[in-house]
């Protein structure tokens, strides 16, 4: 499955333990289901306030028979203390196992792993965690979206594009999946439909930072681009 792919090629390169998240990149926790205990919400709190000892309480609770939810609280410690790599390892070995068992909790995790892995950069396996993903849950926009994001960090724009409008089959993109598709379509010199999505994501987010570098972008290109009100 993806796991064993991914470790295979964690075991080839270095760690990242010194890229962070930002805190809009921070992922959700595993779906309420799977997580009710008492145990996961306290491990949760405590990766809040010291991911190492979270870690540690985490670990300790995998050694005692804990269940997924365990496994996904070392997940999050690893996250917040900058282990990428091991973070979206342990997302993933958890979406692999819930496939067959829920495909909801495992579209989630998916898109969890994918996500991680567009941080660290890793393009090419953010794109293998999306795709499995959308083998379960072909609606699921979040991961059509993490798709159009690793194809435009793979420089594969028309692909990424079609990823996008797709998405938006499903739900609204929002300020990121606008901007996202804006970038797509500027590297088409499709100008006048990357304008359009640019104005979206500022009207949706005025302050977003990547929408209005592409802005500044278009401008230079000749397009004549006002704010939205």
Same mark, same amino acid.
């Given at each position: 499955?993806?796991?064993?792919?991914?470790?295979?090629?964690?075991?080839?390169?270095?760690?990242?333990?010194?890229?962070?998240?930002?805190?809009?990149?921070?992922?959700?926790?595993?779906? /309420?289901?799977?997580? #009710?205990?008492?145990?996961?919400?306290?491990? %949760?709190? $405590?990766?809040? !306030?010291?991911? &190492? *000892?979270?870690?540690?309480?985490?670990?300790?609770?995998?050694?005692?028979?804990?269940?997924?939810?365990?496994?996904?609280?070392?997940?999050?410690?690893?996250?917040a203390?900058?282990?990428?790599?091991?973070?979206?390892?342990?997302?993933?070995?958890?979406?692999?196992?819930?496939?067959?068992?829920?495909?909801?909790?495992?579209?989630?995790?998916?898109?969890?792993?994918?996500?991680?892995?567009l941080?660290?950069?890793?393009?090419?396996?953010?794109?293998?965690?999306?795709?499995?993903?959308?083998?379960?849950?072909?609606?699921?926009? /979040?991961?059509?979206? #993490?798709?159009?994001?690793?194809?435009?960090? %793979?420089? $594969?724009?028309? !692909?990424?594009? &079609? *990823?996008?409008?797709?998405?938006?089959?499903?739900?609204?993109?929002?300020?990121?999946g606008?901007?996202?598709?804006?970038?797509?379509?500027?590297?088409?010199?499709?100008?006048?439909?990357?304008?359009?999505?640019?104005?979206?994501?500022?009207?949706?987010?005025?302050?977003?930072?990547?929408?209005?570098?592409?802005?500044?972008?278009?401008i230079?290109?000749?397009?004549?681009?006002?704010?939205?009100?």
């Amino acid at each position: 499955m993806l796991t064993a792919l991914f470790f295979s090629m964690f075991l080839m390169t270095d760690p990242s333990p010194d890229v962070k998240i930002t805190e809009t990149n921070t992922l959700p926790a595993l779906p /309420a289901q799977n997580t #009710s205990t008492e145990a996961y919400q306290q491990c %949760l709190a $405590r990766v809040d !306030e010291d991911p &190492a *000892a979270a870690k540690e309480f985490a670990l300790n609770w995998t050694l005692v028979g804990g269940d997924a939810a365990a496994t996904h609280c070392v997940a999050m410690a690893d996250l917040a203390l900058g282990n990428l790599r091991f973070s979206a390892g342990r997302v993933l070995q958890l979406a692999d196992e819930e496939r067959q068992k829920d495909t909801i909790v495992a579209a989630s995790l998916y898109h969890q792993g994918a996500e991680i892995l567009l941080a660290i950069p890793d393009a090419t396996m953010a794109l293998e965690a999306a795709n499995a993903g959308l083998e379960i849950a072909p609606t699921d926009m /979040a991961l059509h979206v #993490s798709l159009g994001h690793a194809l435009i960090d %793979l420089q $594969r724009w028309a !692909e990424a594009e &079609a *990823a996008l409008v797709t998405a938006m089959e499903f739900g609204r993109l929002d300020a990121t999946g606008r901007t996202l598709r804006a970038r797509a379509r500027i590297e088409q010199d499709r100008l006048e439909l990357a304008a359009y999505d640019v104005v979206a994501a500022l009207r949706l987010d005025p302050h977003f930072v990547d929408a209005l570098v592409l802005r500044g972008e278009l401008i230079q290109r000749g397009m004549i681009i006002d704010m939205p009100n």
